[in-house]
């Protein structure tokens, strides 16, 4: 079971694709003939997908649909008159063009009805931009846009559409000029120089991310539009079913794997056209090679050494990504103006493989003093269930099993297992990683098509017998709620944090599209399809679908106010229940002991600043979602902007003080050991030190946060896990 947890972390918070890691294993092919893969992938998705539905007129409406929203989310391109022009030219025969063998045709028709849709509303804002280059906006109507248009009705005509670009043009403008006059008032209050020196004007700024809007549009190619295309018809059947081209193919093994091949160096989109050094791995290719520095800006890549050059100015991240990626011991040459100097050089840097350690397991022990005890706890954090789909030598249950064996040398009475924003992997790491807990038993039930309903067991003793919390978000999805609902359903452990995980209750099986092609077809980048085969259900027969794992203790946190989960996708499929598994025996405990741990949780967060604080937070998260509108009247967002500014000055200024005294009193009853798998063998594990979180990345920092100055959190416990913590502890005081 599969879920691409990356991607899914950066949609679902609403964050802007604009970074990366460049790695991956190069990808070098032949056009593969899409054609051809378009029907198999068709005929493999009817015959393989959980809910077996077969192409009709029905889905191919929805096809078409799904289509045009994916490719304008925010119907900013579009308008209803566009959208029943396409309904009436292909509504009716979408699956019909795949199934004859046609479906780089049709590929490329939408893409080229849309591309000459949305380049001129680009050259209608970039002929605002210029416009208002020479005379800002008075910014003084009572006029507002929506912060989202997704759910929106799209503009009926042209007409309404040019109104919808101009209020967008505005609000960006706005925005940006808000920023730029927040920045100065920080700076000034702090008696710093203007952080605003090496910026270029307002509109200059607007029209370059205009620009490469428009290079993303154009330099799209076959593959681009072709997987466009199939992952319309894929999402239709539900949200997690794929088509990956051969690039995305490889970055998807890379990601599940936690292991790269690359530079080593993380990348970000630049407003100037470049592409800026904003990360180097510590050891890495770029790091041993010594030239690459942080700021720096890449203008052209030469992927093969050999002197051929690519310009890559304005081009999109992941097609820079693609041209600096490549195999190991291969050398790659970039140009690149100096963050200092602005002076240009070439890098040549040889590829080499990097583990990924900030996605793999790691662990804590913290020694709690309370009064005259103190409690030995441990705190294991797994980013995903990863598993290295090629060579089979990485397993995170593996990893997870060496820091709970040292956790258990080291006499540890109770584990935090933290499962935040972990997004799932391989369903059979969770099955063993269930087993480490609970013992030989049903871990899961998976349902095919069939209705065949299959258990899931595990062997063998349990590994760790002490108190046992695990913390979920909202992100925390597929795998992670196998483990939680486990767990739960066990009476293994106390579930802590937003009311209910992500909800996504499917397993995807990757199946290469090489395997379906006919004897006499090229099997060179043709990619995979990651197609929904079954359905998986907690021991005790219920579904995570949809609905996600409950918390016992529900707990105030980032994500709380944030519109995510399941229920939030189009065409997810429904919730349902199953029988119960036999064979396992829940405990009564945690029912037992849970009112008295509910009872000291809500005290504690009661009188918690933070929790408090994350409380108004999550209410003006959902007030702005629901208002859904910004105003365009630069007097009320000052308003606005001031008021943001004062309260978080104000809790700024509270937290310093108080954080100091936290900081004191952490000092006194904490000791907190560093346990990583590069620690789990060595005689004395070391202290856990801030810089820990660092030693894998070297990266820019950010002027914007220096200048606002929040103060960090005492010992690098947040507050979700800090009562997690107390939570563990209270379970060892409990009898």
Aim: contains cysteine.
């Amino acid at each position: 079971m599969f879920l691409k947890n990356w991607s899914l972390r950066v949609r679902a918070l609403g964050v802007a694709a604009a970074a990366a890691l460049v790695s991956c294993t190069s990808v070098s092919y032949a056009e593969p003939d899409y054609d051809i893969i378009g029907k198999q992938f068709s005929l493999v998705l009817q015959n393989a997908h959980f809910s077996r539905a077969r192409f009709s007129q029905e889905m191919y409406q929805r096809f078409l649909e799904c289509y045009v929203q994916t490719l304008d989310m925010q119907h900013l391109f579009l308008t209803q008159e566009d959208v029943d022009y396409l309904n009436n030219r292909y509504a009716s025969s979408f699956g019909d063009y795949l199934l004859a063998n046609q479906t780089t045709r049709l590929a490329e028709e939408l893409y080229a009805y849309f591309s000459s849709r949305a380049l001129p509303r680009i050259a209608q804002a970039e002929k605002l931009l210029q416009e208002y280059s020479k005379q800002m906006p008075a910014f003084d109507s009572d006029r507002t846009a929506p912060r989202s248009r997704r759910k929106l009705p799209r503009a009926k005509n042209a007409a309404e559409l040019d109104q919808v670009w101009r209020d967008q043009v505005e609000d960006m403008i706005l925005t940006e000029v808000l920023r730029r006059e927040n920045l100065v008032k920080l700076a000034e209050a702090k008696g710093k120089p203007s952080p605003l020196a090496k910026e270029m004007p307002v509109t200059d700024k607007m029209l370059a991310r205009i620009k490469r809007m428009r290079n993303e549009i154009q330099e799209a190619d076959r593959e681009d539009m072709v997987s466009h295309l199939l992952n319309a018809v894929a999402h239709v059947y539900d949200p997690h079913s794929d088509y990956m081209g051969a690039r995305e193919e490889q970055r998807f093994k890379d990601m599940i794997k936690a292991s790269i091949v690359g530079i080593g160096a993380k990348l970000q989109s630049d407003d100037d056209g470049s592409t800026t050094i904003e990360g180097i791995v510590k050891g890495g290719p770029a790091a041993k090679n010594g030239q690459l520095k942080l700021g720096d800006h890449i203008v052209a890549v030469d992927s093969q050494g050999n002197d051929n050059w690519t310009d890559i100015m304005f081009l999109g991240i992941d097609k820079v990504v693609d041209l600096i990626r490549g195999q190991k011991g291969v050398t790659v040459k970039l140009r690149v103006q100096s963050a200092d100097t602005g002076e240009e050089k070439v890098v040549s840097i040889v590829r080499d493989e990097i583990p990924m350690s900030e996605e793999l397991a790691s662990g804590r022990i913290i020694d709690m003093k309370s009064g005259d005890r103190t409690y030995r706890l441990g705190v294991l954090t797994l980013p995903s269930f990863y598993i290295d789909l090629d060579d089979g030598d990485v397993h995170c249950a593996a990893d997870v099993k060496k820091i709970l064996r040292r956790m258990i040398q080291e006499k540890v009475e109770g584990i935090v297992l933290d499962l935040r924003f972990n997004g799932g992997g391989s369903l059979d790491e969770v099955r063993k990683m269930v087993g480490f807990f609970t013992g030989a038993g049903p871990v899961v039930q998976v349902k095919d098509s069939r209705a065949h309903v299959e258990r899931l067991t595990v062997s063998g003793r349990p590994l760790f017998t002490g108190e046992l919390v695990v913390i979920i978000n909202k992100l925390s999805a597929s795998a992670s709620e196998i483990f939680a609902g486990a767990m739960a359903d066990y009476g293994r452990a106390v579930i802590v944090g937003d009311e209910a995980s992500f909800g996504k209750g499917t397993v995807q099986v990757p199946r290469g599209l090489a395997d379906y092609l006919p004897y006499f077809a090229s099997r060179e980048g043709c990619g995979m399809i990651k197609v929904t085969t079954q359905k998986f259900y907690r021991v005790g027969g219920a579904s995570t679908q949809l609905k996600g794992v409950e918390s016992d203790i529900v707990l105030p946190t980032v994500t709380a106010g944030l519109r995510l989960g399941e229920g939030e996708q189009d065409y997810a499929l429904a919730y349902d229940e199953i029988p119960r598994a036999g064979g396992y025996v829940k405990s009564s405990r945690i029912a037992r002991i849970l009112p008295e741990l509910m009872a000291r949780s809500n005290a504690r967060v009661a009188a918690d600043k933070d929790m408090q604080y994350t409380r108004e937070d999550i209410d003006r998260a959902k007030e702005r979602q629901e208002r859904n509108s910004v105003s365009l009247n630069k007097v009320v967002r000052e308003t606005e902007n001031t008021q943001l500014l004062e309260r978080k000055k104000a809790i700024d200024a509270e937290r310093k003080a108080r954080y100091e005294q936290m900081a004191a009193e952490d000092e006194k009853n904490l000791t907190i050991y560093r346990l990583k798998l590069g620690d789990v063998k060595a005689p004395k594990l070391p202290l856990a030190s801030k810089d820990d979180d660092n030693e894998y990345m070297d990266e820019n920092k950010d002027p914007e946060e220096e200048l606002t100055e929040t103060p960090e959190y005492p010992s690098n416990l947040d507050p979700v896990l800090r009562e997690a913590l107390h939570i563990v502890k209270d379970m060892v005081d409990i009898p």
